[in-house]
Nanobody, 119 residues
Framework: QVQLVEFGGGLVHTGGSLRLSCAAS????????MGWYRQAPGKQRELVAT??????TNYADSVKGRFTISRDSAKTVYLQMNSLKPDDTAVYYC??????????????WGQGTQVTVSS
């Protein structure tokens, strides 16, 4: 069974930095797109950033120049968040398209990690 587990959320002041990580585990055959989404209270979940298996990246306009997504060969994706603002406060979710030895590519979600930016 595939699992995505996020680490690194917390409380930070405006202008501060946090680094989120998301580790995938299970009988994984291949991983294509990995990404981060966030959901603030009372709002819909929104895309933050994605990265393909060939490290092509895509960012929401609101985080361009401040956030950096990356991945390594150990099935982990990272989100470096700099110059954080109160509007970045949300639960951040990891998302990945994963194929296992028995299943075709399927989208999986992590459980979420809270990021709170105080003013």
């Amino acid at each position: 069974q595939v699992q995505l587990v996020e680490f690194g959320g917390g409380l930070v002041h405006t202008g501060g930095s946090l680094r989120l990580s998301c580790a995938a585990s299970g009988k994984i055959f291949s991983m294509n797109v990995m990404g981060w989404y966030r959901q603030a209270p009372g709002k819909q979940r929104e895309l933050v950033a994605t990265i393909t298996g060939r490290s092509r990246t895509n960012y929401a306009d609101s985080v361009k120049g401040r956030f950096t997504i990356s991945r390594d060969s150990a099935k982990t994706v990272y989100l470096q968040m700099n110059s954080l603002k109160p509007d970045d406060t949300a639960v951040y979710y990891c998302n990945a398209e994963i194929a296992t030895l028995s299943d075709p590519p399927t989208w999986y979600w992590g459980q979420g990690t809270q990021v709170t930016v105080s003013s």
